[in-house]
């Protein structure tokens, strides 16, 4: 019995030893579930918080994109709009117009079609957005400056665009895209998609309409503007009328004109603008809409909406919590060891992802620098466009007295001196005019190329202040507010650098300044003088300030006063670009209620 219980001490022992090996690996395990359930609770938190950011910045994101494409399309219709109203005003075309239906003799009748569509051809030319400009008479004649005409037995008063008008009692009236419905009398001819504007013609003498002015713009243009823009996270860009039908729908465009297919379609009408979640067929949307009511006085009703998935918005997120999962299993089997690893190559994929929203972003405020060029340089360009054709009209005037003065024994040698120096004066006055459009196209021909070009070129003071007040110009104006300038240096002064940098960074400032007062006038001062070796240029305006939480933090991090409306961009890359390439400094001084200062050091050459 004893050497019975000797026997058996070993089989203790190694039970024992069993025993504890058993425990600590059911210790080790229920570790390794504690652990990996702990990251699994971490991360669905984390990436859940991540992802709730994401969702939020993506709204922020694609309103500003969305009301930025609206003001956008926005000014192109304000310019068709415009080119209505000067038509639908001019007293020859409604002088002609008025007597067409007047005329019996055929050769006279066929002579005022004519002039009737040389007018109308003067403005279309070739432009390819404008499919054509027609004009119809009170007693029924179809004038146009295309190729397409109706039939002689077609009653035009059934024509789409007319039969509308007609039936509105308007004076002015928008139609959203349509199929053209002349009956041709050419064969074969093409049914082109168009929108329209319409107006009645007026003589300035009479309140009675003389007719019907019809400009039809092409879809195709239309898409055209809405394919080049790029939505992120795979968004869809789509433009719904007032009746919710399609205007555009650029992925389907034979659904153009029809009834959207959407489910909150009902929702968004008579709406101006929001952004939320909803649901289609199952799967989560974002849906940002913006709603265009009226282009100068005329009613519009287009909404301009853009839909992302939810789910794409989130992929990146999704994606990267599914890899650190099984990344902390990893870590837990093979050792704590790879846990720094992992940890790092993850480190590495956010920072590679942040880079990737943080570049979009940079575009984002890049585009909606260039959709405020647009709106200036259609207020630019009005005054010169206008005088110059007036002044064209005069010469065209001078041209045909000079060819019926040519065998004209009345007409002397001096008479014909006289027009011909009347025409070197006209010349002359049209000169300045296209100098200042060259400017105009030169300056934003800079400012929409990539802001981050960087090279040894050279700029003076006087071609920075011309090319901010090209630029600035419209929207000062927009806003009563008053760029004033005291500049201490010679305008020869060069800078060293890519003017097209330093245009952007006053441009934001000038754009905060006005943006400070509130929709209310103000003055902003714009000084330019020396230190030493540095040029200083100040920046000041009287507005609301800056208050004193977010001073502590602008420079340092990409915030904003803006609330949602503003991306925290603007101030941050200013720095960086004044910093990085300009080797200057920033300084900003501001008091709440009471206006801001910003001081902008940078070094200079010399006279040019």
Avoid at 5 to 24: F, Q, Y
Avoid at 39 to 66: D, P, R
Wanted: net charge negative; aromatic share 8%.
């Amino acid at each position: 019995m004893l050497f019975g219980r000797k026997k058996g001490m070993p089989d203790i022992i190694n039970g024992l030893e069993k025993e504890k090996v058993s425990t600590a690996w059911r210790l080790n395990l229920g570790f390794a579930v504690i652990v990996i359930l702990s990251i699994f609770a971490v991360g669905i938190a984390c990436f859940g918080m991540i992802s709730n950011s994401m969702l939020s910045h993506a709204k922020v994101s694609s309103t500003e994109l969305i009301k930025q494409t609206s003001n956008n399309i926005e000014v192109i219709l304000t310019g068709f709009d415009e080119m209505a109203m000067t038509l639908s005003r001019d007293n020859t075309l409604a002088e002609y117009i008025s007597m067409h239906d007047n005329i019996e003799d055929i050769q006279l009748r066929a002579e005022n079609v004519q002039r009737i569509e040389n007018i109308l051809n003067n403005y279309a030319g070739e432009r390819k957005d404008i499919a054509n400009i027609a004009v119809v008479s009170n007693g029924g004649a179809y004038i146009t400056s295309g190729t397409v005409r109706p039939d002689a037995h077609e009653n035009i008063n059934n024509i789409y665009a007319v039969k509308a008008f007609n039936e509105s009692n308007k004076q002015s009236l928008w139609l959203n895209t349509y199929t053209l419905d002349i009956d041709s009398n050419l064969k074969n001819s093409e049914k082109v998609q168009v929108f329209s504007i319409i107006k009645g013609i007026y003589a300035s003498s009479s309140l009675k309409s003389q007719g019907t002015l019809i400009i039809n713009i092409t879809e195709e243009y239309l898409y055209s503007l809405i394919a080049d823009i790029k939505p992120s996270d795979n968004g869809k860009i789509y433009i719904i009328g007032s009746d919710g039908n399609y205007v555009l729908n650029p992925f389907e465009r034979l659904k153009n004109g029809k009834r959207a297919d959407l489910e909150f379609v009902e929702d968004m009408l008579g709406r101006d603008n929001n952004v939320d979640i909803e649901e289609i067929d199952g799967e989560e949307y974002l849906v940002t809409y913006n709603t265009i009511q009226h282009i100068k006085g005329t009613e519009l009703g287009w909404i301009i909406v853009e839909i992302t998935p939810v789910s794409e918005i989130r992929t990146s997120v999704t994606e990267a919590g599914t890899r650190l999962f099984f990344i902390g299993i990893a870590c837990v089997v093979i050792g704590f060891i790879l846990i720094g690893m992992a940890t790092a190559f993850y480190n590495r994929y956010l920072n590679r992802s942040y880079s990737e929203r943080h570049s979009i972003a940079l575009e984002r405020e890049r585009l909606a620098s260039l959709g405020q060029l647009i709106g200036g340089i259609a207020h630019n360009f009005k005054t010169p466009i206008m005088s110059i054709a007036g002044g064209l009209e005069a010469l065209k005037d001078l041209i045909e007295e000079y060819d019926i003065s040519i065998g004209d024994p009345q007409v002397t040698s001096e008479d014909h001196l006289e027009i011909a120096a009347e025409m070197k004066d006209w010349i002359g006055k049209i000169k300045p005019y296209c100098g200042y459009m060259s400017d105009i196209i030169s300056t934003v021909k800079g400012q929409a190329g990539n802001m981050n070009e960087s090279n040894n070129a050279s700029f003076s003071v006087g071609e920075l202040l011309k090319r901010v007040d090209i630029l600035m110009n419209h929207e000062l104006k927009k806003f009563s507010c008053e760029l004033r300038l005291d500049i201490k240096v010679d305008k020869d002064t060069l800078i060293r650098g890519e003017i097209n940098n330093l245009i952007q960074v006053l441009n934001n400032l000038i754009s905060n300044s006005i943006e400070s007062y509130s929709g209310n006038e103000g003055k902003i001062d714009l000084l330019i003088g020396k230190n030493d070796q540095e040029l200083e240029i100040v920046v000041r305006d009287y507005g609301s300030g800056i208050p004193e939480n977010v001073k502590k933090k602008l420079l340092k991090e990409m915030i904003t006063t803006k609330g949602k409306n503003g991306t925290g961009l603007g101030l941050y890359m200013s720095h960086s670009t004044i910093k990085g390439k300009f080797g200057g400094t920033m300084k900003i001084k501001s008091e709440e209620g009471k206006g801001t200062e910003i001081l902008i050091s940078i070094p200079y050459i010399a006279k040019a």
